[in-house]
């Protein structure tokens, strides 16, 4: 099982950057898909989801309307489009798999944004 996550970077606030995740070893159209995201001396929250079928997505508060969660089950590849990147959006993101009781994680992707 592998979740492998790109597409971080350094941008400057008002930029935008979009994450990749890469799924393999699992039936990934069976998951639930979840970004997270971790700043430093924080701890690790949930910014987007989005359901088996990617019709059903929910944000947290902080970042609706400026980052965008979608999936291709095709490709086994889940998205995050993040525009309007404000210097508090910087973390490390992680995607993460849920079905049921199992979960599975990235090892995440660092997202800084310069003021």
């Known amino acids: 099982v592998q979740l492998v996550e790109s597409g971080g970077g350094l941008v400057q606030s008002g930029g935008s950057l979009r994450l990749s995740c890469a799924a393999s070893?699992?039936?990934?159209?069976?998951?639930?898909m979840r970004w997270y995201r971790q700043a430093p001396g924080k701890e690790r929250e949930l910014v987007a989801a989005?359901?088996?079928?990617?019709?059903?997505?929910n944000y947290a508060d902080s970042v609706k309307g400026r980052l965008t969660i979608s999936r291709d089950n095709a490709k086994n590849m889940v998205y995050l489009q993040m525009n309007s990147l404000k210097p508090e959006d910087r973390a490390v993101y992680y995607c993460?798999?849920?079905?049921?009781?199992?979960?599975?994680w990235g090892q995440g992707t660092q997202v800084t944004v310069s003021s």
């Open positions: 070893g699992f039936t990934f159209s069976s998951f639930d």
């Open positions: 989005i359901n088996r079928a990617g019709d059903s997505t």
């Open positions: 993460k798999a849920d079905w049921r009781s199992v979960s599975f």
